[in-house]
C-alpha cells in the first residue's frame, strides 16, 4: 500500500523520545466487526464506520464534545468495548458493539450530569463529496429521533476508487438520546442525557434500509451486546493454550489477553467474503498484508479463516484470471495496481497456499484453487533476468520510503527467494498430489527456472557474507515498458498513485503532467545496492531451504551485532510494525537468549489497545493503527516464542 513518511514528523518524534519504554499508555484505535460493518474506535469517538461490504467509504463518525478523562478497554468476553468518560460536568459509559449477522452498530450511552454530546458527520473523509449525500429526518417506531442518510454512487472507498454503488444508513436513537440538525447539511449532533442507546444501520440499497432497521428495533442494547460477546467467545475457542514455559504468570496472562484481543480484531477486519482489510486508511484487500495474515490466522488455529482468505483471491482469479497488488471486497473489477504485478506478491499466493496445506492438509481444496497457484507461478516466470525477479513497488520499504523506487527493475531478494520457495514446495506437492492441470512440459519449466535462480541466488545477493535487497545488473537487461501504474518519479513532485505512468529516460517514469515539465538535466540515479538489516530475518521466516542454517544464523547474528551495538535492529529511526516480529521469531527459531529481552520490547510497543500499528519512530506509533498484518506477524512470533 502506498504510504510516505514526511521529513517533518520524523524530526518532531526524534526530539521527543529517544525510544518508548512502554506506549500502552498511548491511546490506541480498536476495531469491532462482524464482516459486514466494521467500526474503528478510538477512546470515546468512532472515526469511521463503514459497510456492508468493507470496500466502502466512511458513511459517519462521531466526535466527542467534551470527553474529559477517557479510559477504554474491551468486555471480557470480547467483541464489545466499553468506555468511561470523566468529567467536570459528570461521567459516561459507552458501550459498543457490532452484533453478528446484522447490518449494524450500537452504542448504548448512560450518562450522569450534563448531557453528553456528539457531532456525526457523514462522508468525514470524502467532505468533498458531499453532493452525493442527502440526509432527512425519519420516522422509526420507539425511536426518540431519527435521519435516513443516501449516499449516491462515485464517493471513493480507497483513494480515487470510487465506489459502483450506493449506500444506505439509518441513524436512530432511544431513550434519552436524541438527534438534531446542526446547519451542516452533513453533520447532525447527537445528545445523551441520562441513559439513550444510538443505532447505526449501513445497507446498500433501498429495499434493505427498511428490513435492517425493523431488525434494529427489536433488538435492545444488551441483548445485542450479549451477541456479540457470544460470538466473540465462539471464535476464541480456537485460539491456542499458551505453555509459557519461558513466561512469568504476569506475562502469561498478558500475552493471552493480547492473543485474545489480536484474534478479535484481525477477524472483525475480516471481510464476510474472506478479504482482511490493510487498517482504517485502507479499504482494501492487499496481497503481503494477506500473508502476514495467513501466518497469523494458521498460528492462532483459525484455519477456516484462513481457508477463507485464499478462497477469496481465487474467487477474484476466476472471474479476472489475474491477482493485483489489491483488491477490493465486495466491489468488482476496481484493482490497486502497482509497477509490477507479477512478482513477489504472486510468490506470496504460492507459499501461503503451501504454508495451509501444510497445517491443513486440505489438498482438496489446494487442488481446487490450483488453476491460480499455477497462474501465479507462471507469471513469475515471465519476469526472470539472469535468475532474479524484479520489485513490485509497493513493499513496504519502497512504498515507506526505506529504499528508493528507481531499484524497480533490478533484482529483488525477496521476490525472488519467494518465487524459488514456493514453486520448490509447490513441486512437492503435486508429487504427492497431482493436480492433473499441469502438463509435463510446465511442470520442467518451473523446475528448470527455480533451480536456476536458486543455482545463481547468492551469486546475485551475497556480497562478503552481506545479504543485499536489491542487484542492479538485472535492470542492464531491461526492456522498458511504454506505461506502467504506480508513483510519479518526477524530482519534487507530490507522493501519489498514478493509474498510468510515461516512461522518461531509464527507470524513471513520470505522470502526464510531469512529462510536460522541464526535464533538463534529470537523469537516473547512479545504481547502488541496498542492505536492510530486518530483510536479513526474512529466509528464516518464510523457513527457506535454499539457505543452511548456518547461513541463516549467520544474518541472524548480524542483526543481533547491530542491536546489541546501537539498541536498534536499523540505523535509521524508523522501525516497520512487524521488524521486531520477524527479529523475535527469527531468535526464537534459533533459542536464542536475545529473545526475551525482544520479546519485552516487542509487546512494549503495543498502543492501549493491544496492537501494532504501521510504523514506529524512535519508538513512537506512526501512521495506521491497529493493523491486522503487523498484529498478525508480531502474535504468531510472541506464540513460538512463548510456546
Avoid at 57 to 62: D, E, G, N
Avoid at 405 to 432: P, Q
Avoid at 503 to 526: Q, S, W
Avoid at 557 to 564: A, F, N, S, T, W
Amino acid at each position: 500500500m502506498f504510504k510516505k513518511l514526511t521529513a517533518a514528523f520524523l524530526l518532531v518524534a526524534a526530539g521527543a523520545a529517544s525510544a518508548a519504554a512502554d506506549n500502552t499508555g498511548i491511546s490506541g484505535t480498536h476495531a469491532i466487526g462482524n464482516g459486514k460493518v466494521c467500526v474503528y474506535a478510538k477512546d470515546a469517538d468512532i472515526p469511521s464506520v463503514f459497510g456492508p461490504v468493507y470496500s466502502a467509504p466512511t458513511l459517519l463518525s462521531m466526535t466527542s464534545e467534551d470527553p474529559g478523562e477517557v479510559r477504554s478497554e474491551p468486555a471480557r468476553t470480547g467483541g464489545v468495548w466499553r468506555t468511561w468518560l470523566k468529567r467536570d460536568g459528570g461521567e459516561a459509559t459507552l458501550t459498543d458493539c457490532v452484533p453478528p449477522r446484522r447490518d449494524l452498530l450500537v452504542r448504548d450511552i448512560k450518562a450522569s450530569g450534563e448531557p453528553l454530546i456528539f457531532l456525526v458527520e457523514f462522508l468525514p473523509e470524502n467532505r468533498s463529496f458531499k453532493d452525493h449525500l442527502t440526509l432527512q429526518p425519519a420516522k422509526i417506531k420507539g425511536a426518540t429521533s431519527a435521519f435516513i442518510a443516501k449516499v449516491t454512487a462515485g464517493v471513493p472507498f480507497y483513494s480515487a476508487y470510487a465506489s459502483p454503488s450506493e449506500y444506505h444508513a439509518a441513524i436512530f436513537t432511544t431513550g434519552g438520546a436524541s438527534l438534531e440538525t446542526t446547519g451542516d447539511p452533513a453533520a447532525l449532533r447527537l445528545t445523551t442525557d441520562g441513559e439513550g442507546t444510538v443505532y447505526v444501520v449501513v445497507t446498500d440499497s433501498p429495499e434493505k434500509i427498511g428490513k435492517e432497521i425493523r431488525k434494529a428495533r427489536r433488538l435492545s442494547a444488551r441483548r445485542a451486546a450479549r451477541m456479540a460477546g457470544r460470538y466473540s467467545k465462539r471464535t476464541r475457542r480456537n485460539l491456542p493454550e499458551i505453555v509459557a514455559r519461558t513466561l512469568s504468570p504476569t506475562d502469561r496472562d498478558e500475552l493471552d489477553n493480547t492473543l485474545k484481543l489480536v484474534s478479535d480484531y484481525v477477524l472483525a477486519q475480516q471481510d464476510e467474503g474472506g478479504g482482511i482489510l490493510a487498517g482504517k486508511n485502507y479499504h482494501m484487500a492487499y496481497v503481503r498484508d494477506q500473508y502476514g495474515n495467513s501466518r497469523g490466522l494458521l498460528a492462532m488455529g483459525h484455519l477456516d479463516r484462513a481457508k477463507k482468505l485464499l478462497d477469496y483471491y481465487y474467487r477474484i482469479w476466476l472471474r479476472h484470471g489475474l491477482i493485483h497488488n489489491a483488491q477490493p471486497m465486495g466491489v468488482e473489477g476496481a484493482f490497486h495496481c502497482h509497477e509490477d504485478d507479477n512478482t513477489e506478491i504472486t510468490g506470496y499466493l504460492v507459499v501461503q497456499a503451501m504454508d495451509y496445506y501444510f497445517q491443513s492438509g486440505d489438498f482438496r481444496f489446494v487442488n481446487r484453487i490450483m488453476p491460480m497457484l499455477r497462474w501465479a507461478v507462471q507469471a513469475q516466470q515471465a519476469d526472470i533476468i539472469d535468475g532474479m525477479l524484479p520489485f513490485n513497488g509497493d513493499e513496504t520499504y519502497i512504498a515507506g520510503g526505506i529504499i528508493p523506487r528507481d531499484v524497480m527493475y533490478h533484482g529483488s531478494a525477496e521476490a525472488t527467494l519467494l518465487f524459488i520457495e514456493g514453486t520448490w514446495r509447490l513441486l512437492d506437492y503435486l508429487e504427492l498430489h497431482p493436480s492433473g492441470i499441469w502438463t509435463d512440459e510446465e511442470i520442467e519449466s518451473m523446475r528448470k527456472d527455480a533451480d536456476l535462480c536458486a543455482d545463481l541466488y547468492r551469486g546475485n545477493f551475497f556480497i562478503d557474507d552481506k545479504l543485499y535487497i536489491n542487484n542492479p545488473d538485472r535492470e542492464k537487461k531491461v526492456v522498458y515498458p511504454e506505461t506502467r501504474p504506480g508513483v510519479c518519479l518526477y524530482p519534487g513532485a507530490p507522493t501519489a498513485h498514478y493509474p498510468v505512468t510515461y516512461h522518461f529516460k531509464g527507470n524513471l517514469y513520470f505522470c502526464e503532467d510531469c512529462m510536460r515539465k522541464d526535464t533538463t538535466g534529470i537523469e537516473p540515479a547512479v545504481p547502488r545496492r541496498y542492505t536492510i538489516p530486518s530483510a536479513y530475518l526474512f529466509p528464516i521466516y518464510i523457513d527457506a531451504c535454499l539457505l543452511s542454517d548456518h547461513e541463516k544464523m549467520a544474518l541472524l547474528e548480524d542483526v543481533v551485532e547491530l542491536y546489541k551495538r546501537t539498541g536498534r535492529i536499523d540505523e535509521r529511526n524508523i522501525v516497520l510494525g512487524y521488524d521486531y516480529g520477524l527479529f523475535l521469531y527469527a531468535l526464537a527459531e534459533y533459542d536464542h537468549p536475545l529473545a526475551g529481552e525482544i520479546y519485552r520490547k516487542m509487546m512494549d510497543l503495543r498502543d492501549s489497545s493491544l496492537s501494532w500499528v504501521e510504523y514506529y519512530v524512535d519508538g513512537i506509533p506512526f501512521n495506521t493503527p491497529c493493523r491486522p498484518w503487523e498484529s498478525s506477524i508480531n502474535i504468531a512470533a510472541a506464540l513460538k516464542y512463548s510456546n
